[in-house]
């Protein structure tokens, strides 16, 4: 069966540089949702978007942005990148919001 | 903050052996889910609960919907080396109308042939 696939699997990037991760839900899932995971900890919830429309705002820096598209995949857009900012991010996807999510693989991202 | 309390935090066992992990909260959710994640990798999807009292199997595992809504249990019976991971219980609060789940601390897992 179909899962979600994340893109890039891995990036590096410098402070202060730009990154944007891609998600691609499982067909037919219209909900979309972002976690970031730090080390050792659990995925803490960013952003959702149902219908290509924000449906929730979890912990997510104002220096992020997120948006779903007319195909349903999602683009998390993150700017002026700190060291904090490495973790693994997670795209997860329902269909319907509050539906049993399933997750991708995970983009890590690290920054020098 | 954390709102859903997972132990054991780790448990080292033999091959063969059962084991029993937990969730608990002070507040009720709608719904409980267990994933599992290997290093690196993402959570996938082990059981899933939707009702007060639910039961659930899927192989060796069974996980329950505590009746109080608060919590939950997985039990994983006769343990082999590919159970190794960290197992995380997840859940939805009333009201949540975008989906976000809430995640356990997590149990890490190590079975010893």
């Known amino acids: 069966a179909a899962g979600v696939i994340q893109s890039p699997r891995h990036l590096i990037k410098e402070k202060r540089e730009t990154a944007t991760l891609k998600c691609y839900p499982i067909?037919?899932?219209?909900?979309v949702y972002w976690y970031q995971q730090g080390p050792g900890q659990d995925p803490q919830f960013l952003i959702s978007?149902?219908?290509?429309?924000?449906?929730d705002k979890g912990s997510i820096p104002d220096r992020f942005s997120a948006q779903q598209f007319s195909d349903y995949h999602s683009e998390l857009n993150m700017s002026s990148l700190e060291l904090g900012d490495s973790a693994l991010y997670f795209c997860a996807s329902s269909f319907l919001a509050g539906d049993t999510q399933y997750f991708g693989p995970g983009t890590r991202l690290t920054v020098l | 903050g954390q709102q859903l309390n997972q132990s054991p935090q780790s448990m080292f066992i033999q091959e063969g052996e059962d084991v029993s992990m937990n969730c608990t909260s002070s507040s009720i959710f709608n719904t409980w889910l267990w994933y599992k994640q290997d290093p690196g990798e993402g959570p996938v999807l082990l059981i899933a609960l939707y009702k007060a009292g639910e039961l659930t199997s899927n192989g060796r595992l069974t996980a329950q919907f505590g009746i109080t809504r608060k919590d939950s249990f997985l039990n994983i019976s006769a343990s082999i080396p590919s159970d190794v991971g960290i197992y995380f219980c997840a859940g939805h609060r009333p009201g949540n109308q975008g989906g976000k789940l809430i995640f356990g601390q997590g149990t890490e897992l190590s079975v010893k042939p």
């Open positions: 978007f149902y219908e290509k429309m924000q449906s």
């Open positions: 067909p037919r899932h219209d909900t």
